[in-house]
Nanobody, 112 residues
Framework: DVQLVESGGGLVQPGGSLRLSCAAS????????MSWVRQAPGKGREGVAV???????DYADSVKGRFTISRDSAKSMVYLQMNSLKTEDTAVYYC???????WGQGTQVTVS
């Protein structure tokens, strides 16, 4: 079975940093693009960052210059380094394949 398991969320002060991790299993990770998607309270899901199988990346304008997505295909891991966090970054962050056929359970990030 496909599994995506996020970790690394938590409570951080504005201006702080967090690193989210996503462990993938059950599919050929190296062949898939991967993404991070977030959902803030009372809002719809927002694509944050995506990394293709060739390691090309793209970011939402709201996080460009602050967030960095990366992957380790040998470990089937994808990461999201979040710096200079703002209160508006508060959300549940999901790891997903790209296209989003599979999703993790999400990890809460609270900036306060």
């Amino acid at each position: 079975d496909v599994q995506l398991v996020e970790s690394g969320g938590g409570l951080v002060q504005p201006g702080g940093s967090l690193r989210l991790s996503c462990a993938a299993s059950g599919f050929t990770f190296s062949r898939y693009g991967m993404s991070w998607v977030r959902q803030a309270p009372g809002k719809g899901r927002e694509g944050v960052a995506v990394i293709d199988s060739d390691d090309s990346t793209d970011y939402a304008d709201s996080v460009k210059g602050r967030f960095t997505i990366s992957r380790d295909s040998a470990k089937s891991m994808v990461y999201l380094q979040m710096n200079s966090l703002k209160t508006e970054d508060t959300a549940v962050y999901y790891c997903a394949t790209d296209p989003p056929n599979y999703w993790g359970q999400g990890t809460q990030v609270t900036v306060s």
